[in-house]
């Protein structure tokens, strides 16, 4: 069973940045397309970014241009760098991890908190 970690999470200011790392406890970390999602209080769980396992990325509109998505391979993580947080960046952000052949992300990690202040 793949299990994902996450870390990094904590409370900015608004135009602060933020690393969110996650790291994956499988040997076929390669097969796997990997996302950020997040989710606010009271709100439905929403996309990030994903990144494929040719390392494609693609990204919400609220945050093309602030957030990058990558992954490494070999040390089995992926991460999201979040430059110039807002406010309505405000929420819990999960990784998730997708097998190459399937079509919905189907495993989560815990979860970390991120707080921009403004």
């Known amino acids: 069973q793949v299990q994902l970690i996450e870390s990094g999470g904590g409370l900015v200011q608004a135009g602060d940045s933020l690393k969110l790392s996650c790291t994956a406890s499988t040997r076929t970390f390669s097969s796997y397309a990997m996302g950020w999602f997040r989710q606010a209080p009271g709100k439905q769980r929403d996309m990030v970014a994903t990144i494929t396992i040719g390392s494609s990325t693609n990204y919400a509109e609220s945050v093309k241009g602030r957030f990058t998505i990558s992954r490494d391979t070999a040390k089995k993580m992926v991460y999201l760098q979040m430059n110039s947080l807002k406010p309505e960046d405000t929420a819990v952000y999960y990784c998730?991890?997708?097998?190459?052949?399937?079509?919905?992300?189907?495993?989560w990690g815990q979860g970390t908190q991120v707080t921009v202040s403004s």
């Open positions: 998730a991890a997708r097998w190459v052949t399937n079509r919905d992300y189907s495993i």
